[in-house]
Protein backbone atom coordinates (compact mmCIF):
# COMPACT_ATOMS: atom_id res chain seq x y z
CA UNK A 1 0.00 0.00 0.00
CA UNK A 2 1.37 3.76 -0.58
CA UNK A 3 1.86 5.71 1.93
CA UNK A 4 4.10 8.12 4.27
CA UNK A 5 6.05 6.59 6.65
CA UNK A 6 8.03 8.04 9.65
CA UNK A 7 10.58 7.11 12.21
CA UNK A 8 11.00 6.51 14.61
CA UNK A 9 7.75 6.76 16.44
CA UNK A 10 9.59 7.49 19.73
CA UNK A 11 12.67 9.60 20.23
CA UNK A 12 14.79 10.83 22.93
CA UNK A 13 17.74 14.12 22.75
CA UNK A 14 19.81 14.81 25.22
CA UNK A 15 20.95 18.27 25.49
CA UNK A 16 23.44 19.93 22.71
CA UNK A 17 22.63 16.82 20.43
CA UNK A 18 21.58 16.91 17.45
CA UNK A 19 18.69 14.12 16.15
CA UNK A 20 17.38 12.90 12.48
CA UNK A 21 13.75 12.09 11.89
CA UNK A 22 12.49 9.98 9.10
CA UNK A 23 9.99 10.48 6.46
CA UNK A 24 9.48 8.42 3.52
CA UNK A 25 7.11 7.76 1.19
CA UNK A 26 5.84 5.76 -2.10
CA UNK A 27 3.21 8.12 -3.37
CA UNK A 28 5.14 9.76 -6.08
CA UNK A 29 3.79 13.22 -4.22
CA UNK A 30 6.31 16.05 -4.95
CA UNK A 31 5.86 17.86 -2.12
CA UNK A 32 7.16 16.85 0.87
CA UNK A 33 6.34 19.00 4.54
CA UNK A 34 7.39 18.99 7.93
CA UNK A 35 5.01 20.16 10.77
CA UNK A 36 5.18 20.84 14.18
CA UNK A 37 2.51 20.30 16.93
CA UNK A 38 2.62 21.58 20.56
CA UNK A 39 -0.19 20.15 23.01
CA UNK A 40 -3.42 21.44 22.85
CA UNK A 41 -2.05 23.46 19.87
CA UNK A 42 -2.52 23.21 15.87
CA UNK A 43 0.09 22.97 13.27
CA UNK A 44 3.22 25.08 12.73
CA UNK A 45 5.38 24.48 9.06
CA UNK A 46 8.77 24.12 9.82
CA UNK A 47 9.67 23.69 6.44
CA UNK A 48 8.74 22.50 2.90
CA UNK A 49 9.49 20.61 -0.02
CA UNK A 50 7.96 21.10 -3.73
CA UNK A 51 10.56 19.12 -5.53
CA UNK A 52 13.75 17.52 -5.06
CA UNK A 53 16.87 19.58 -4.51
CA UNK A 54 14.74 22.60 -2.82
CA UNK A 55 13.36 23.35 0.23
CA UNK A 56 12.20 26.40 1.77
CA UNK A 57 11.43 27.89 4.84
CA UNK A 58 8.37 27.76 7.09
CA UNK A 59 6.85 29.81 9.11
CA UNK A 60 9.40 28.28 12.27
CA UNK A 61 12.42 26.35 10.83
CA UNK A 62 15.05 28.18 13.02
CA UNK A 63 16.89 25.13 14.59
CA UNK A 64 15.89 22.95 12.18
CA UNK A 65 17.64 21.36 8.44
CA UNK A 66 16.05 19.29 6.27
CA UNK A 67 17.76 17.81 2.63
CA UNK A 68 15.43 16.53 -0.52
CA UNK A 69 18.26 14.28 -2.48
CA UNK A 70 15.10 12.11 -3.48
CA UNK A 71 11.48 12.40 -4.25
CA UNK A 72 10.54 9.88 -1.66
CA UNK A 73 12.85 11.09 1.60
CA UNK A 74 12.61 14.25 3.42
CA UNK A 75 14.41 13.71 6.96
CA UNK A 76 14.36 16.40 9.26
CA UNK A 77 17.18 17.24 11.56
CA UNK A 78 16.76 18.66 14.82
CA UNK A 79 19.84 20.42 16.02
CA UNK A 80 20.95 21.71 19.09
CA UNK A 81 20.31 25.26 18.45
CA UNK A 82 16.36 24.30 18.59
CA UNK A 83 15.97 25.24 22.43
CA UNK A 84 12.59 23.89 23.01
CA UNK A 85 12.41 20.67 20.78
CA UNK A 86 9.70 18.52 22.95
CA UNK A 87 6.59 17.98 20.66
CA UNK A 88 4.89 15.69 17.88
CA UNK A 89 6.46 15.87 14.55
CA UNK A 90 4.59 14.80 11.43
CA UNK A 91 5.47 14.70 8.10
CA UNK A 92 3.21 15.03 4.78
CA UNK A 93 3.02 14.54 0.85
CA UNK A 94 0.93 16.00 -1.16
CA UNK A 95 0.51 16.13 -5.68
CA UNK A 96 0.34 20.14 -4.44
CA UNK A 97 -1.42 21.87 -1.18
CA UNK A 98 -4.15 22.66 -3.06
CA UNK A 99 -5.21 18.89 -3.78
CA UNK A 100 -4.70 18.13 0.21
CA UNK A 101 -2.04 16.06 1.89
CA UNK A 102 -1.48 12.74 3.34
CA UNK A 103 0.34 12.63 6.76
CA UNK A 104 2.24 10.24 8.11
CA UNK A 105 2.24 8.84 12.41
CA UNK A 106 4.32 10.75 13.74
CA UNK A 107 7.66 11.00 15.79
CA UNK A 108 7.20 11.87 19.39
CA UNK A 109 10.83 14.06 20.59
CA UNK A 110 11.76 14.25 23.79
CA UNK A 111 14.26 16.15 25.15
CA UNK A 112 16.00 14.37 28.68
CA UNK B 1 -4.80 36.53 2.08
CA UNK B 2 -5.82 33.11 3.37
CA UNK B 3 -7.26 32.40 7.24
CA UNK B 4 -9.72 29.65 8.89
CA UNK B 5 -11.25 30.05 12.31
CA UNK B 6 -12.50 26.95 13.91
CA UNK B 7 -15.41 28.84 16.03
CA UNK B 8 -15.16 26.20 18.94
CA UNK B 9 -11.68 24.58 20.91
CA UNK B 10 -13.80 21.51 22.58
CA UNK B 11 -17.48 20.20 21.58
CA UNK B 12 -18.71 17.93 23.87
CA UNK B 13 -22.01 15.40 22.80
CA UNK B 14 -23.66 12.57 23.98
CA UNK B 15 -23.43 9.00 21.55
CA UNK B 16 -26.45 8.58 19.27
CA UNK B 17 -26.80 12.65 18.87
CA UNK B 18 -25.75 15.09 16.09
CA UNK B 19 -22.18 16.36 15.62
CA UNK B 20 -21.51 19.70 13.92
CA UNK B 21 -17.74 21.46 14.08
CA UNK B 22 -18.03 24.97 12.68
CA UNK B 23 -15.26 26.29 10.42
CA UNK B 24 -15.42 30.01 9.08
CA UNK B 25 -12.62 30.65 6.21
CA UNK B 26 -10.86 34.07 4.20
CA UNK B 27 -9.86 33.19 0.84
CA UNK B 28 -9.19 36.00 -1.49
CA UNK B 29 -9.49 33.17 -4.90
CA UNK B 30 -11.52 29.64 -4.75
CA UNK B 31 -10.22 28.12 -2.23
CA UNK B 32 -9.87 23.81 -1.62
CA UNK B 33 -11.26 23.25 1.84
CA UNK B 34 -10.46 19.90 3.92
CA UNK B 35 -11.19 18.52 7.08
CA UNK B 36 -9.09 15.63 8.82
CA UNK B 37 -9.34 13.86 12.14
CA UNK B 38 -6.32 12.89 14.80
CA UNK B 39 -6.74 10.24 17.11
CA UNK B 40 -4.15 10.80 20.18
CA UNK B 41 -1.29 10.14 19.16
CA UNK B 42 -1.69 9.57 15.64
CA UNK B 43 -1.01 11.20 12.31
CA UNK B 44 -3.72 13.38 9.98
CA UNK B 45 -6.77 11.34 8.31
CA UNK B 46 -8.75 12.76 5.65
CA UNK B 47 -12.31 13.01 6.63
CA UNK B 48 -13.34 15.02 3.09
CA UNK B 49 -12.33 17.72 0.85
CA UNK B 50 -14.24 20.63 -1.14
CA UNK B 51 -12.66 21.54 -4.83
CA UNK B 52 -15.29 23.63 -6.37
CA UNK B 53 -17.35 20.61 -7.59
CA UNK B 54 -20.10 20.52 -5.26
CA UNK B 55 -21.23 22.24 -2.32
CA UNK B 56 -22.23 19.64 -0.31
CA UNK B 57 -18.97 17.05 0.45
CA UNK B 58 -19.10 13.25 1.87
CA UNK B 59 -16.75 11.93 3.83
CA UNK B 60 -15.65 8.78 5.41
CA UNK B 61 -17.30 7.67 8.47
CA UNK B 62 -20.56 9.05 7.79
CA UNK B 63 -19.44 12.45 8.04
CA UNK B 64 -20.19 16.00 5.74
CA UNK B 65 -19.42 19.28 5.21
CA UNK B 66 -21.13 21.82 3.57
CA UNK B 67 -19.48 24.77 1.67
CA UNK B 68 -21.31 27.75 1.68
CA UNK B 69 -19.33 31.08 -0.20
CA UNK B 70 -22.00 33.33 1.15
CA UNK B 71 -21.63 32.61 4.83
CA UNK B 72 -17.54 31.76 3.97
CA UNK B 73 -18.37 28.52 5.91
CA UNK B 74 -17.27 24.63 5.96
CA UNK B 75 -19.00 23.17 9.10
CA UNK B 76 -18.90 19.65 9.61
CA UNK B 77 -21.81 17.11 10.36
CA UNK B 78 -22.58 13.91 10.97
CA UNK B 79 -26.29 12.81 12.53
CA UNK B 80 -25.12 10.15 14.67
CA UNK B 81 -21.76 10.18 17.01
CA UNK B 82 -20.17 7.29 17.83
CA UNK B 83 -17.49 7.04 20.42
CA UNK B 84 -15.00 6.24 18.03
CA UNK B 85 -15.33 9.83 16.68
CA UNK B 86 -13.43 11.42 19.64
CA UNK B 87 -10.97 13.18 18.11
CA UNK B 88 -9.32 16.28 16.87
CA UNK B 89 -10.40 17.59 14.17
CA UNK B 90 -8.80 20.63 11.87
CA UNK B 91 -10.48 22.57 9.13
CA UNK B 92 -8.01 23.42 6.19
CA UNK B 93 -7.92 25.94 3.75
CA UNK B 94 -5.50 25.63 0.55
CA UNK B 95 -5.63 28.27 -2.34
CA UNK B 96 -3.50 29.40 -5.36
CA UNK B 97 -2.84 33.00 -4.47
CA UNK B 98 0.64 34.22 -4.36
CA UNK B 99 1.66 30.17 -5.12
CA UNK B 100 1.47 27.56 -2.06
CA UNK B 101 -0.17 28.52 1.06
CA UNK B 102 -1.99 26.14 2.96
CA UNK B 103 -3.71 26.97 6.47
CA UNK B 104 -4.38 24.73 8.85
CA UNK B 105 -6.89 25.98 11.93
CA UNK B 106 -6.40 25.39 15.77
CA UNK B 107 -8.28 22.63 16.05
CA UNK B 108 -12.05 21.80 18.00
CA UNK B 109 -11.41 18.62 19.95
CA UNK B 110 -14.53 16.23 19.90
CA UNK B 111 -16.03 14.87 22.97
CA UNK B 112 -18.55 11.66 22.85
CA UNK B 113 -19.98 11.08 25.97
CA UNK B 114 -21.68 7.11 26.67
Known amino acids: DGGITQSPKYLFRKEGQNVTLSCEQNLNHDAMYWYRQDPGQGLRLIYY???????QKGDIAEGYSVSREKKESFPLTVTSAQKNPTAFYLC???????????FGSGTRLTVV | AQSVTQLDSHVSVSEGTPVLLRCNYS??????LFWYVQHPNKGLQLLLKYTSAATLVKGINGFEAEFKKSETSFHLTKPSAHMSDAAEYFC????????????FGAGTRLFVKA
Open chain 2, 27 to 32: SSYSPS
Open chain 1, 49 to 55: SQIVNDF
Open chain 1, 92 to 102: ASSIGGYYGYT
Open chain 2, 92 to 103: VVSGLSGGFKTI
